[in-house]
C-alpha cells in the first residue's frame, strides 16, 4: 500500500513541478495554441478517474483522498462521477473548468467549461473483473451493448444539450478511450463533433506494425487491403446494396478527434500503418480499394455475413495522430497514462483527413 500510494504522489509531483512552469506561461489558459498544455490537463483529467475509483476501493475519503489535486491544479472541479451498474465502480467523471477571475476569462478561446473523462482497465480488486468484461466486449465490437456504455452516453448528450457542442471535451485511456470514440462517432452521427482526446486507443488486428522490415509490413498492409475490399465488394453485391449510399463515413468524416500513440504499444499501435498505408495507397492511385478497406475489418465482414451486428470501434476516417517517440521501458510504460504529460517528450503529429 505505501508503494503504490508513494508512486501517486512522486507522479502528482513531477506533474504539479510540470506544470508550475506552464502555469506561469500560459496564465493556466487551455489555449488552442499550447496543444502540450491542452493535451497534459486531458490525460491528467483521465488520471485523476483512475485516482477516483483507488480512492473509492481504499476507502480515502476528504484530506486523505489522492485524486483531487489532478484536477484542483488545473482550476477544474468534480462535476460528478459516472458509475458502473454491475459493481459500482467509477469508471468516468464530469469535470468544470472554474478558473479564476483574477487570472483568465475562458470565453472564446476554444477551453472546454466541461471535460467528461474516462479511465481504463484498472488491476484491483473491487474493479478488474469488470474491467475485464468490458475489454471482451470491445474486442467483439460490442462496447455498445453494455449498459457501462449507456450511462456514459446519456452523460454526454445531456452535458452537451445543456452546454453546447463547442463547450464540451472527452478524453479517455485505452477501454476508456474506446469509450470516449464510441461516444464520439455516435454524437458525429448526428452532425454534432466535440473535442476528444484519446489516449493509446485500442486497435484490433494482426500486429503488422511490429514488423521491422518496411517492405514485408508494406506488402501484407496491401493484401489485407485488397482481401478487405474483394469481401466488402462480394457482401454487397449479395445483399444488393448500393455501396456509394452506405458509405459509413460519410457522416464522420467531419469528425477529427486528436490520438496519441505509442509505438511501443501493440494496444494501439497499428493506428500509425492504418493511416499511413491509407496515404500510401492513395498515392499509389489505388485509394478505391483502400478506401473499402480502411472502412471495414476482416472480422466485422465475417460477423454481419453470419447475422452478427460488427460495427468496429476502431475504424475513423479521420484523426490528429500524435505519436510517441520516446523510449519506452516494456510495455507498461509504453500504455501509460503518465507520460502523456511529460515535459521532455519526442513527439511526431501529422492530421489525417479522409477524402
Request: charged letters at 20%; a positive charge.
Amino acid at each position: 500500500m505505501g508503494i503504490v500510494l508513494s508512486s501517486h504522489w512522486f507522479c502528482w509531483m513531477v506533474s504539479f513541478y510540470t506544470f508550475k512552469m506552464m502555469r506561469e506561461k500560459d496564465a493556466i489558459c487551455i489555449c488552442r495554441e499550447s496543444a502540450h498544455y491542452r493535451r497534459s490537463v486531458a490525460a491528467s483529467l483521465v488520471k485523476g478517474v483512475y485516482i477516483l475509483e483507488w480512492d473509492r476501493q481504499e476507502k480515502l475519503q476528504g484530506p486523505h483522498a489522492l485524486a483531487p489535486p489532478w484536477w484542483e491544479f488545473f482550476q477544474f472541479q468534480l462535476l460528478r462521477h459516472l458509475v458502473d451498474d454491475a459493481d459500482f465502480s467509477i469508471f468516468g467523471a464530469i469535470y468544470e473548468f472554474k478558473p479564476l477571475a483574477s487570472y483568465y476569462n475562458y470565453s472564446g478561446d476554444g477551453s472546454p467549461r466541461y471535460v467528461i473523462a474516462f479511465r481504463g482497465t484498472l488491476p484491483k480488486p473491487g474493479s478488474l473483473s469488470r474491467d475485464l468484461e468490458l475489454d471482451l466486449h470491445l474486442m467483439k465490437n460490442g462496447l455498445h451493448l453494455t449498459s457501462r456504455f449507456e450511462t456514459a452516453m446519456k452523460a454526454v448528450q445531456n452535458m452537451v444539450a445543456a452546454a453546447g457542442a463547442s463547450n464540451v471535451w472527452l478524453a479517455g485511456h485505452s477501454l476508456g478511450s474506446a469509450m470516449a470514440m464510441l461516444a464520439g462517432k455516435t454524437m458525429a452521427k448526428t452532425g454534432i463533433f466535440l473535442e476528444s482526446f484519446l489516449f493509446n486507443p485500442p486497435f484490433f488486428s494482426a500486429p503488422l506494425e511490429r514488423i521491422k522490415d518496411k517492405k514485408v509490413k508494406h506488402g501484407l498492409r496491401i493484401a489485407s487491403s485488397v482481401i478487405t475490399a474483394g469481401l466488402t465488394l462480394a457482401m454487397t453485391a449479395k445483399h444488393q446494396r448500393n455501396l456509394a449510399a452506405e458509405d459509413p463515413f460519410a457522416t464522420l468524416c467531419a469528425w477529427t478527434p486528436r490520438l496519441f500513440v505509442n509505438p511501443a504499444d501493440p494496444v494501439c499501435s497499428e493506428y500509425i500503418g492504418y493511416f499511413e498505408h491509407r496515404k500510401k495507397m492513395e498515392e499509389m492511385g489505388a485509394g478505391i480499394i483502400e478506401r473499402l478497406a480502411t472502412q471495414n475489418s476482416i472480422g466485422s465482414l465475417l460477423m454481419n455475413a453470419m447475422g452478427m451486428e460488427a460495427e468496429p470501434l476502431h475504424l475513423i476516417p479521420s484523426a490528429s495522430l500524435t505519436i510517441n517517440l520516446t523510449p519506452s521501458r516494456g510495455f507498461r510504460q509504453a500504455h501509460g497514462i503518465h507520460h502523456w504529460w511529460g515535459p521532455d517528450l519526442r513527439l511526431r503529429s501529422e492530421l489525417y483527413k479522409y477524402k
